[in-house]
T-cell receptor, first 114, second 116 residues
Framework: DTAVSQTPKYLVTQMGNDKSIKCEQN?????MYWYKQDSKKFLKIMFS???????INETVPNRFSPKSPDKAHLNLHINSLELGDSAVYFC?????????????FGSGTRLTVV | AQKVTQAQTEISVVEKEDVTLDCVYE???????LFWYKQPPSGELVFLIR??????QNEISGRYSWNFQKSTSSFNCTITASQVVDSAVYFC?????????????FGTGTRLQVTL
């Protein structure tokens, strides 16, 4: 069983479109995250949710809107996609928002905006 | 603010050589966690180790070993007898504990190329 699963794995879309990436974890973790890995491989946190509540928003443009319908799911919706949004997006989860239990990452979603 | 520095951008070694990946971190907290992740060409992030700030004991797991030194704020990873399958980007990361939320701050990664 996949612990943290993201869909789709690959996403190619045109500029200006709206797209969503879904993430689900079956670990019973309370906290979920979205990280972005740019073309230079730099990984940076975007959002963090704890029990469906937004707790970290790292100055991400308003075009990015995370949604957590329950603590096992954290989806990422992106409006009006731009070329610069092309990246690999990783979902992750941890047992509590202190991170001491470690982080489990999904396999990533490679988004290409053309 | 927390910061992780991996000064080595890319390292190339020949199989069976030992290689050390450097990691230096900055934090104002006394309680924190340090991590290493491996990202092979397939792209997933593979967890290697988690270490809390109160445990400076070195650790060995297979051909990997880690040296944690608080005095120099370093958490280096050594791969012994490297193999081609070790070729990947290796990330060091730091997570502070406390406050309302934790997050992983990653270094910029070290790309390791192991050749025959």
């Amino acid at each position: 069983d996949t612990a943290v699963s993201q869909t789709p794995k690959y996403l190619v879309t045109q500029m200006g479109n709206d797209k969503s990436i879904k993430c689900e974890q079956n670990l019973g973790h309370d906290t979920m995250y979205w990280y972005k890995q740019d073309s230079k491989k730099f990984l940076k946190i975007m959002f963090s949710y704890n029990n469906k509540e937004l707790i970290i928003n790292e100055t991400v443009p308003n075009r990015f809107s995370p949604k957590s319908p329950d603590k096992a799911h954290l989806n990422l919706h992106i409006n009006s996609l731009e070329l610069g949004d092309s990246a690999v997006y990783f979902c992750a989860s941890s047992q509590e928002n202190q991170g001491s239990g470690g982080y489990t990452f999904g396999s990533g979603t490679r988004l290409t905006v053309v | 603010a927390q910061k992780v520095t991996q000064a080595q951008t890319e390292i190339s070694v020949v199989e069976k050589e030992d290689v050390t990946l450097d990691c230096v971190y900055e934090t104002r907290d006394t309680t924190y966690y340090l991590f290493w992740y491996k990202q092979p060409p397939s792209g997933e992030l593979v967890f290697l180790i988690r270490r809390n700030s109160f445990d400076e004991q070195n650790e060995i797991s297979g051909r990997y070993s880690w040296n944690f030194q608080k005095s120099t704020s370093s958490f280096n990873c050594t791969i012994t007898a490297s193999q081609v399958v070790d070729s990947a980007v290796y990330f060091c990361a730091l997570s502070e504990v406390g406050g309302t939320a934790s997050k992983l701050t990653f270094g910029t990664g070290t790309r390791l190329q192991v050749t025959l």
